[in-house]
């Protein structure tokens, strides 16, 4: 008789999934414990209010900065922001507010 191989691994009588590498823990752990990225992974958060306001948690740094686009390292890429008299209100080792006329906002 055929039986279905499991993908897990049998711990003490309880079958747990095996991690791809020890770099996709983080990943996984957010995924199973439904967690948002930025609690666990310090991934970046970005909340715009109104289109005037721009809210970037748990940035990399600015790679380009002028009044018509803002470019900000976000770790696992870029976040692009488009508008105009864009400027940076304040900013810190993890947040960073931008005011202007937003128009787009891009994340690559």
């Known amino acids: ?13 309880i ?9 996709e823990l983080p990943q996984e752990l957010t995924e199973r414990l439904e967690l948002p990225e930025e609690a666990l992974l310090g991934a970046a958060k970005l909340t715009v209010t109104g ?19 803002i470019v900000i390292s976000a770790g696992r890429g870029r976040i ?10 304040a900013m810190n080792r993890r947040e ?3 005011k202007g006329r937003i128009q787009s906002v891009e994340w690559e």
């Open 96 to 98: 960073l507010l931008i």
């Open 51 to 69: 289109g005037r306001r721009a809210l970037v948690e748990n940035h990399k740094g600015v790679l380009e900065y002028g009044e018509e686009r």
């Open 15 to 23: 079958e747990v999934l095996p991690v791809k590498s020890i770099k």
């Open 1 to 13: 008789m055929y039986q279905a191989m499991s993908r897990g691994i049998d711990i003490y009588g």
């Open 80 to 89: 692009n922001i488009s508008g105009a008299g864009l400027g940076i209100e």
